[in-house]
């Protein structure tokens, strides 16, 4: 089956940790997403990758940090620095970064206390 | 500012059509309206979009006004599933144009 996985579904930190999340893509596309959604909101832009090696700072970067080594991968990392961690996360990815269809994984529920 | 208005929530009964509205007053020639939904706790889903003409898949139609200015979604046959927030969203096609997701509708699909 092609599609994103994400891992795991629910996480638990203690504050002041840095906590990475997964996000694996078989579906062989070139762009890559995270989201942020907190409760009764819309989703928020955190970092986008339009290819290996490059990625870029959406509306709400801060405190947060990625990498793109592989194609199939985009780990998220929420360092200590973000000041309101909690929250779900969601990965995506799309053909390419124009495309119309982003496909997204099932989420990550972060909750740091 | 947002592009696009929602009301915040609507219901409907199974079996009959759901309509839901969205308003893009300021959108350029080049945007295209695209609608998502969200089923809870899960990650949103592609419905369709649109740029000028109507437009109808599997899932559901497109109506676009004349003048672009507001459009709305129509699931033909709204199931107990339908339950979600449906986001609509205007975007240019150009690399660098990410999709905003503002509050969306809620759209509950009652027996």
């Known amino acids: 089956d092609g599609g994103i996985t994400q891992s795991p579904k629910y996480l638990f930190r203690k504050e002041g940790q840095n906590v990475t999340l997964s996000c694996e893509q078989n579906?062989?596309?070139?762009?890559m997403y995270w989201y942020r959604q907190d409760p009764g909101q819309g989703l928020r832009l955190i970092y986008y990758?339009?290819?290996?090696?490059?990625?870029q700072k959406g509306d709400i970067a801060e405190g947060y940090s990625v990498s793109r080594e592989k194609k199939e991968s985009f780990p998220l990392t929420v360092t200590s620095a973000q000041k309101n961690p909690t929250a779900f996360y969601l990965c995506?990815?799309?053909?390419?970064?124009?495309?119309?269809?982003?496909?997204f994984g099932p989420g990550t529920r972060l909750t740091v206390t | 500012d947002a592009k696009t208005t929602q009301p915040p929530s609507m219901d409907c009964a199974e079996g009959r059509a759901a309509n839901l509205p969205c308003n893009h007053s300021?959108?350029?020639?080049?945007?295209?309206v695209y609608w998502y939904r969200q089923i809870h706790s899960q990650g949103p889903q592609y419905i369709i979009h649109?740029?000028?003409n109507n437009e109808t898949n599997e899932m559901a139609s497109l109506i676009i006004t004349e003048d672009r200015k507001s459009s709305t979604l129509i699931l033909p046959h709204a199931t107990l599933r339908d339950t979600a927030v449906y986001y609509c969203?205007?975007?240019?096609?150009?690399?660098?144009?990410?999709?905003?997701f503002g509050g969306g509708t809620r759209l509950m699909v009652k027996p």
């Open positions: 300021t959108i350029s020639g080049n945007e295209y």
């Open positions: 995506a990815s799309s053909l390419r970064l124009a495309a119309y269809e982003q496909y």
């Open positions: 969203i205007v975007r240019a096609n150009n690399a660098g144009n990410m999709l905003t």
């Open positions: 990758s339009q290819i290996v090696n490059d990625f």
């Open positions: 649109g740029l000028k």
């Open positions: 579906l062989n596309h070139d762009a």
